[in-house]
T-cell receptor
Framework: SAVISQKPSRDICQRGTSLTIQCQVD?????MFWYRQQPGQSLTLIAT?????????ESGFVIDKFPISRPNLTFSTLTVSNMSPEDSSIYLC?????????FGSGTRLTVV | SQQGEEDPQALSIQEGENATMNCSYK?????LQWYRQNSGRGLVHLIL?????REKHSGRLRVTLDTSKKSSSLLITASRAADTASYFC????????????????FGQGTILTVHP
């Protein structure tokens, strides 16, 4: 299965700023997924990112707040824009289903 | 929205005991997967069971699936302190295509604590 390098692993950010999270995969994958995990909660899918097309966002998530790039088949970024304390969460990228689902190690974001 | 629920929400046992976690889901599925998460880090895939399977084993893990009840259980036998983690079930919908392809829908999770 694929190996994902996700960074940063954690960050503390000021409200109103933006943070970009990167995921690098060691093999070419068609689909990448971005999830949010709020404190003490389960994972919620933010969007699906396919190379060469715009990301598909789930209900409750919008591109202006969570812009995603997918420049090639091994890399994707998620930006959390204009952050507020409510954005404090763990953000995870994932690839699948071909070859099985794999998750990055997560980015723990704290907005102060 | 979340697919289903897991119970118990938290489980505390002694090392050597068995731990059983349950997961329920709402819609027809292609497969159901179980994941472990340590201390809010990345998820580790444990086991996948397809909708036409009823039971699957992997080491100390045993997973059952009852599609008529839309439920699954994960049994960890002879638990160890290192099994302490959060456990999540996740489902892939049946006939997933188009924008649903590849998406996982997660349950609420069970926090397992194994005391040495």
């Amino acid at each position: 299965s694929a190996v994902i390098s996700q960074k940063p692993s954690r960050d503390i950010c000021q409200r109103g700023t933006s943070l970009t999270i990167q995921c690098q995969v060691d093999s070419q994958v068609t689909m990448m997924f971005w999830y949010r995990q709020q404190p003490g909660q389960s994972l919620t899918l933010i969007a699906t990112a396919n190379q060469g097309s715009e990301a598909t966002y789930e209900s409750g998530f919008v591109i202006d707040k969570f812009p995603i790039s997918r420049p090639n088949l091994t890399f994707s970024t998620l930006t959390v824009s204009n952050m507020s304390p409510e954005d404090s969460s763990i953000y995870l990228c994932s690839v699948g289903p071909e070859g099985g689902y794999t998750f990055g190690s997560g980015t723990r974001l704290t907005v102060v | 929205s979340q697919q289903g629920e897991e119970d118990p929400q938290a489980l505390s046992i002694q090392e050597g005991e068995n731990a059983t976690m349950n997961c329920s889901y709402k819609t027809s599925i292609n497969n159901l997967q179980w994941y472990r998460q340590n201390s809010g880090r990345g998820l580790v895939h444990l086991i996948l069971i397809r909708s036409n399977e009823r039971e699957k084993h992997s080491g100390r893990l045993r997973v059952t699936l009852d599609t008529s009840k839309k439920s699954s259980s994960l049994l960890i036998t002879a638990s160890r302190a290192a099994d302490t983690a959060s456990y999540f079930c996740a489902t892939v919908p049946a006939n997933a295509g188009g924008t649903s392809y590849g998406k996982l829908t997660f349950g609420q999770g069970t926090i397992l604590t194994v005391h040495p």
